[in-house]
């Protein structure tokens, strides 16, 4: 169950879960669960695969329970959900799913707006959920995650403060959460950002607590700020298929970095994924034939991959003499 | 003339050369000449202008010598063009261009394909175009860049060794160059290969003689090889407004990095490039308006700047608060 064995940087597939949320369009429980298994298939180790938040608000993920259901017996896929509260992760808890993230945004006006609850009701759904997982047999308790949500930057509030992102770390942290992960909501930070965030929060919870990023590619910036997060030693890159999604509640922003395309800049710098590139590219054209044009980006899917490019993936057990320094 | 002072990065616009010879539609010298001296308001320090290359081959760029002598008027501005051997270069010196770049493209099959020449051929225009050079009173002279195309990989060929790509920098530099320029002409470089050449060719012809990149962002890696760029200590990269361009002689091969949001890049960083980001997108508003929609892409336009954004360029004298570390 855990996915980041093996490879340098794990990428969590966000697709299933902010990509749908985000578009029009309603997949079939079938369908999905077609598209995580072929991603998994790929060699992706790690896929939110939906949220449980009510139905009405958010219809096109009204089956995740069914979903969970069926991931969690993929082996080796780490099931990740998004719970925007207690209730919602009670429903993960019986579902199953082996990792549960409850977004807080740092803006509390974001956060009002977003799931109208404040800082201090968010921490409280915070220590609810913990209690919940506590109450679970050790070997059943799912990693539990807490997200900085808006962490650089809010459309609403403009700059966030860094002492207010390290607070809000620590507050998580002491309500019961397992770890924090940075996500740039917004698609507003900066490399350096992404370091000087990363280090602050490091500083007051240990390097164990906060291994993963979620970055937006709003402006273009994603796979810049991706460079940032390896250099600064984050581990584990969210990213969707055809860089669907982005938050449908922060005006202005849009647009995930696109699994293919990070996949291609880590194996092209010889950086393990454990991911096909190529099978990735297949299951990127699957799930495009049951999506409006618009809905998918990315550059590497048009492009094609460079003559005579192969990944350590792609040739088991050599690396890419291209990239070997 | 030099553009470098008080800037950190030195960001080169392309577009009225490399943008205008891959698109169908044609700007008349006019307009050309507007776009320049708007760009050159913004704060752009250094446009390559145009082409000295045969006009039947390139209409868009006929008119190069009547643009050339027209921004030459404006301060401050660096004037440079490309030229595609002796017979260009030396159009180039009786217009008046501040700095010439003869394009050797490392992939030999490529040079045959894209201008006809072997390297044997090319290294020769080279001498001859230093010979010119040298023939003009020094206060004349301009800088003589030889630019290492395909220096990252070959739609044709595949990998480019980079021992190929250091002797031909070395080459480049005994016929008379000035400097060398890396060109990842296809889009197949990454960020380890950005570090790696520019160390590998710096052993041999010292840092002063390598000082800027040209990428294009075929695959999406355009600002994650920036990163890189900046990261060895290069401070000179090109950049076309809206992303217009790419080598249109290399299949599969297409867009520039997107000069807005390079802008976006380094200001939200803290790294001073002289340029106003609102005043830039003025102008490929301006510039957008004279060309069809499928030309100009980038996200910063879409997106807009952050709430509350601002860059050492907009306040003058303060640094961004928010990225000051």
Not at 8 to 34: F, H, M, N, W, Y
Not at 114 to 124: E, F, I, K, S, Y
Not at 154 to 181: F, P
Request: aromatic share 4%.
């Amino acid at each position: 169950m855990d996915g980041s064995s093996s490879v340098d940087i794990l990428i969590s597939e966000v697709g299933p879960r902010d990509g749908l949320q985000s578009i029009s369009t309603i997949l079939d429980a079938d369908r999905k669960c077609q598209w995580i298994q072929a991603e998994a298939a790929a060699g992706v180790r790690e896929i939110e695969v939906g949220s449980f938040v009510s139905p009405k608000l958010l219809p096109q993920l009204a089956d995740t329970a069914e979903v969970v259901a069926f991931a969690r017996q993929i082996p080796g896929l780490t099931v990740a959900v998004l719970v925007p509260n207690l209730r919602g992760a009670l429903g993960a808890l019986a579902a199953g799913a082996h990792k549960l993230t409850l977004p807080l945004s740092v803006s509390e006006t974001h956060s009002l707006k977003n799931v109208n609850r404040t800082h201090l009701q968010m921490l409280d759904e915070a220590r609810g959920i913990a209690a919940a997982i506590r109450e679970l047999p050790a070997t059943d308790r799912p990693k539990f995650e807490g997200g900085l949500s808006t962490a650089f930057g809010c459309t609403l509030e403009g700059q966030i403060s860094e002492r207010k992102v390290v607070e809000l770390a620590v507050a998580l942290i002491e309500a019961g959460c397992d770890e924090v992960g940075l996500s740039d909501t917004t698609g507003y930070g900066n490399p350096r950002q992404v370091k000087a965030l990363t280090q602050a929060i490091w500083r007051e919870i240990g390097e164990e607590r906060l291994t993963g990023i979620h970055l937006h590619n709003t402006r273009g910036q994603g796979l810049a700020n991706v460079m940032a997060a390896l250099d600064v030693g984050l581990t584990t890159i969210d990213a969707s298929l055809g860089g669907m999604g982005g938050c449908p509640f922060a005006p202005g922003a849009s647009g995930n970095i696109v699994t293919e395309d990070l996949v291609y800049l880590l194996e092209a710098m010889g950086l393990r994924t454990g991911i096909d590139l190529n099978q990735l590219l297949a299951v990127r054209r699957k799930v495009d034939q049951w999506l409006p044009a618009k809905d998918m980006h990315g550059f590497v899917a048009h492009a094609g991959l460079p003559r005579g490019f192969s990944s350590p993936t792609l040739t088991p057990g050599a690396g890419n003499p291209a990239t070997a320094q």
